[in-house]
């Protein structure tokens, strides 16, 4: 069974921080944070190997940080110097372990950035 959940949105100011959570059952790898404002599509926000080898967005400009915890199965984003155009649903998606050409979305987490 695949489970892959997110936490740790909310609503903050303008020039604040928040730190994204993605935790995954053991079947699967968490490959990256991605995000969705209305109206929009999906984009990546940072994806991250399981080297630790990591990419970013051009619209992060050295903001967040992505980090893997491999004990824990998790995958953390540091999210700081929020700005009102970083609003939307932030999805972690998944690979398979054994089916490496399955793929999964979590449910997401709501960042609001507002004053």
């Known amino acids: 069974q695949v489970q892959l959940e997110e936490s740790g949105g909310g609503l903050v100011q303008p020039g604040g921080s928040l730190r994204l959570s993605c935790a995954a059952s053991r079947n699967i790898n968490i490959i990256g944070w991605y995000r969705q404002a209305p109206g929009n599509e999906r984009e990546l926000v940072a994806d991250i190997t399981n080297g630790d080898y990591t990419n970013y967005a051009d619209f992060v400009q050295g903001r967040f940080t992505i980090s893997r915890d491999n004990a824990r199965n998790t995958v953390d984003l540091q999210m700081n110097s929020l700005k009102p155009e970083d609003t939307g649903v932030y999805y972690c998606?998944?690979?398979?372990?054994?089916?490496?050409?399955?793929?999964?979305w979590g449910g997401g987490t709501q960042v609001t950035v507002s004053s």
């Open positions: 998606r998944a690979r398979g372990v054994l089916a490496k050409n399955a793929y999964y």
